[in-house]
């Protein structure tokens, strides 16, 4: 992975998360955004502008990739280097988390093989 795409999306804005996060699935802007609002409870809404300003963005890094368009909504889909990306985030938040909680290396390497 280029170093500027670590500079750039590493640790990743939360609608950078998200937007990735939900890529996983092929969708468009609009579903991006609902699915967002499901997965937070409301909490965080994404405007259309900074939604496709980011697909657009994330589209020239090289993260996500336009897959079609159906009824004139673009659909896109994360990449192999978008999974990197977003590996590397999910490890930095729960490395995060267990800094918080207080628990050890053990006990997360307990945590993780429960998973």
Known sequence: MEEHIKKVYVPMTETGFYILYCLQEPMHGYNIVQQVLRLT????????GTMYGSLSKMERDGVIRFVREEEKRKIYQITELGREVLALEMRRIRRLYRTVEGIGPQEA???????
């Open 41 to 48: 409870g409301g909490e965080i809404r994404i405007s259309p």
């Open 109 to 115: 390497e307990t945590m993780m093989a429960e998973i």
